[in-house]
């Protein structure tokens, strides 16, 4: 059973995590126009919180560290962000 849908990203999704606490979720996109995207989603409600456009051509992963208060992501340019 399918619980919730998320919109936003106008390309394919790429990679999806969960935040340690669950309460957020993070996805990574392919590029769209010029830039790919991260979005940061609430987990509960599914409202998305925050948009991060990057210059790369795709993220291919997203990851939240134990604490939750920081996210990686890292591109096919060999390039990760913190």
Do not use: M
Not at 5 to 18: A, I, N, Q
Not at 27 to 47: F, H
Not at 56 to 76: E, N
């Amino acid at each position: 059973t399918c619980l919730q849908t998320l919109e936003g990203h106008s390309k394919w999704v790429d990679s999806v995590v969960f935040s340690p606490d669950g309460q957020r979720l993070a996805s990574g996109s392919a590029l769209d126009s010029d830039n790919s995207t991260i979005k940061i989603w609430d987990a509960a409600t599914g409202q998305c919180l925050q948009t991060l456009v990057t210059e790369w051509h795709r993220v291919y992963s997203v990851a939240f560290p134990p604490d939750g208060q920081r996210l990686a992501s890292g591109s096919g340019y060999n390039n990760v962000i913190i």
